[in-house]
């Protein structure tokens, strides 16, 4: 849980804070991500100060409101937090308290056009999944003091058609549920397990490996018996990544010798690449892959935040054919067929210590922007959300 206020109207800039800790909460296997920040004033990328203040008024619904799209990197001055009428729930509808938020890269994919969900314009509350709280309900199958999973947005509050709704029941700390029990590990679940289809004794490449997903699928990938090589950003996130996750090798995508790192990491060749990034890591990984292995596109990051991506990926489609390989995309809706599967074994897992959980929790919807900002530039470790209330 962060200290202070580092991403106050002084913290909002793209800059890592100072010091990375772990904490232990005293749950098993449970690690949070503390930001402990210098007090010293850091600007967003735009020059400007954010001018985000908590409100108290609990008449009205904070909301955070995307003023206008981007051009080149997201900036924190692209968001206002403004204040609208409190919501009401009509028949066959339940009003829902926000209580976490997720922040994902994919926030800002939405940005860009419509993608499995429709795009996000200029002055539109801020889309994004959350874990909430019904605190009114006009549909008795979902009772006061539920907690369900809804397409929130960035707001206090919003009404949804309780038919629509899925509920949660939470069998380890709720926000174990926005991270390894919920949409981020059940992706890593499906993505390495159903479409990735890893062997024992096989390697594993994993891109933004200390993110979000990468981090649960290279727990995974060594539960199944894998090596698992890393890719990040810092030495920091190597050096987590191989000590505390048990990751067998890492490499820095900013390495300017990259291609030969890799090669040294696998020396054997990559069985299973999972895909978070697209883009030269793409390329790259392409290049290491044995026959008949199998590359998971998960997401393309290194696409999302900027100027429109580059042509590729090469090698595409002759390797895919000369390597015999199989390239697949997928989204976790996909599988929920085997959801109850997939959340009982990741629970599992939780439980017998072969999966730790790693999340960077964010006080207060008034440093959302700067929370995904933040993320599009690196600073996380695990899953990054935003704890709205309590």
């Not at 919003?158 to 174990?176: D, E, F, G, I, T």
């Not at 439980?351 to 008034?366: C, P, Q, R, T, Y």
Request: aromatic letters at 4%; glycine letters at 10%; charged letters at 20%.
């Amino acid at each position: 849980m962060l200290a202070g206020d580092p991403f106050g109207p002084a913290q909002l800039g793209r800059q890592r804070p100072a010091v990375l800790q772990f904490v232990d909460l005293g749950l098993p296997n449970v690690l949070h991500a503390r930001m402990l920040a210098h007090a010293r004033t850091r600007p967003g990328r735009s020059g400007a100060l954010a001018t985000f203040a908590p409100m108290s008024a609990t008449d009205v619904n904070r909301q955070v409101v995307l003023t206008r799209l981007p051009k080149g990197h997201l900036t924190t001055d692209l968001f206002e937090l403004r204040e609208a009428p409190m919501p009401v729930a009509g028949p066959g509808q339940v009003l829902c308290r926000t209580k976490l938020l997720s922040i994902d890269a994919a926030n800002r994919a939405w940005m860009q056009g419509a993608t499995y969900r429709s795009a996000i314009e200029g002055g539109d509350v801020m889309a994004g999944f959350a874990l909430a709280e019904v605190v009114a309900s006009e549909d008795a199958s979902l009772p006061v003091g539920t907690i369900v999973e809804a397409d929130q947005g960035w707001q206090d509050y919003a009404v949804h058609a309780a038919r629509k709704l899925s509920v949660v029941q939470p069998r380890l700390a709720l926000s174990n549920h926005l991270s390894v029990l919920g949409v981020t590990g059940l992706t890593a679940w499906f993505g390495l397990l159903r479409v990735g289809r890893p062997v024992a004794g096989e390697t594993v490449l994993v891109s933004a490996a200390a993110g979000a997903t990468g981090n649960v699928v290279c727990q995974l990938a060594k539960r199944a018996g894998c090596r698992v090589v890393g890719i990040a950003g810092s030495d920091d996130k190597r050096r987590y990544l191989e000590t505390e996750l048990g990751v067998d090798a890492t490499v820095s995508h900013r390495d300017p010798e990259l291609r030969r790192a890799l090669k040294d990491a696998c020396p054997e060749g990559v069985d299973v690449y999972f895909d978070n990034t697209a883009g030269p890591l793409l390329d790259l990984a392409l290049s290491r892959m044995n026959m008949h292995g199998r590359i998971v596109c998960c997401g393309a990051v290194s696409n999302y935040d900027g100027d429109a991506p580059t042509a590729g990926p090469r090698g595409v489609p002759g390797l895919l054919v000369t390597k015999r390989l199989r390239m697949e995309g997928f989204i976790v809706m996909d599988f929920y067929a085997e959801r109850a599967q997939a959340e009982a074994d990741l629970a599992a897992a939780v439980a017998d210590g072969s999966v730790k959980v790693v999340e960077d929790v964010i006080e207060g919807l008034e440093h959302a922007p700067g929370a995904l900002v933040g993320l599009l530039a690196g600073e996380n470790v695990g899953k990054r959300m935003v704890r709205v209330s309590a």
